[in-house]
């Protein structure tokens, strides 16, 4: 929504995914550390094997993060320069797990329901225990409606989103 409002968007999770977990380096890197089990036939890290294991051992989650963290912010700050006056949205599941709330100029936390929130992690294909698991691996939503300097509510529908997201980008231009 606010790419077509005309903000530049960073996805954290598809960098990841499409750019970082594919080099090779990294597929040698997680082959060498975790074994055959999360490389797929074709070469590729399999992803689905890989979360199992890095989310039911906080000190395996910790090392993926270690190797592929700073690729990351590496392809932020090469995203960013293109266009460092902005506006930028970037979109980092845990932000505020990992302190990286001052690389950026205000926050907003998306909240929902902890059920709809499980609902629609089940809906994209994770098995509810697996959803659980990485739900617990976050902050508690209130704590992150607390750090978060704007809150939108995603419980209702898409136009009730639009509509907050529409009302919150005339109040940052209005003030900017």
Avoid: Y
């Avoid at 939108?152 to 231009?173: C, E, K, M, P, Y």
Wanted: hydrophobic share 45%; glycine share 6%; with cysteine.
């Amino acid at each position: 929504m606010f790419e077509r409002a005309g903000f530049r968007r960073l996805d954290s999770d598809a960098l990841l995914r499409e750019q970082i977990l594919p080099l090779p380096e990294v597929v040698a890197e997680i082959h060498r550390h975790f074994g055959d089990g999360v490389v797929a036939p074709d070469g590729q890290v399999d992803r689905a094997r890989l979360g199992q294991r890095v989310f039911a051992d906080d000190n395996e989650r910790e090392w993926l993060e270690a190797l592929t963290h700073p690729r990351l912010f590496g392809l932020w700050r090469q995203a960013l320069a293109t266009a460092p006056e902005g506006p930028w949205a970037v979109e980092v599941p845990l932000l505020f797990e990992k302190n990286l709330e001052n690389w950026f100029d205000f926050t907003l936390c998306v909240a929902c329901a902890p059920a709809q929130q499980l609902a629609r992690l089940e809906q994209r294909g994770l098995p509810h225990a697996l959803a659980e698991q990485r739900i617990s691996k976050q902050l508690p939503l209130a704590r992150k409606i607390e750090l978060a300097d704007f809150v939108l509510w995603n419980d209702g529908s898409v136009q009730f989103l639009q509509d907050q997201v529409t009302a919150l980008i005339h109040d940052l231009r209005t003030v900017s």
